[in-house]
Nanobody, 118 residues
Framework: QVQLVESGGGSVQPGGSLTLSCVAP????????MGWYRQAPGKERLWIAR????????MYQDSVKGRFTISRDNVKNTVTLQMNSLKPEDTAVYYC???????????WGQGTQVTVSS
């Protein structure tokens, strides 16, 4: 069974920063585009950032562009999301997965909660 493990979430004030990490098994990580996704309360899970297999091409949703940075370590099989200038609307559970994600709902990890409030 696929095991993606996200970590690094927490509670911060608006304007704060967090760094999320995701460890992926080789069959998920190797040679695949990897992405970060988030699911806010009562809403569907949405893609917010992706990085290609070499780590030199990135894409972001407009809502996070200029504030979030995705990167990957192809030796450690990890994907990182550096989040700066956090806003209350960034509050969500954050997940990583291949991009696009597999259709199997079991492919997702537990996610990590990010809460931005004053």
């Amino acid at each position: 069974q696929v095991q993606l493990v996200e970590s690094g979430g927490g509670s911060v004030q608006p304007g704060g920063s967090l760094t999320l990490s995701c460890v992926a098994p080789p069959n998920v990580f190797n040679r695949n585009v990897m992405g970060w996704y988030r699911q806010a309360p009562g809403k569907e899970r949405l893609w917010i950032a992706r990085v290609n297999s070499d780590g030199d091409l990135t894409m972001y949703q407009d809502s996070v562009k200029g504030r979030f940075t995705i990167s990957r370590d192809n030796v450690k099989n990890t994907v990182t999301l550096q989040m700066n200038s956090l806003k209350p609307e960034d509050t969500a559970v954050y997940y990583c997965n291949k991009s696009p994600p597999p259709p199997d709902s079991r492919s997702w990890g537990q996610g990590t909660q990010v809460t931005v409030s004053s």
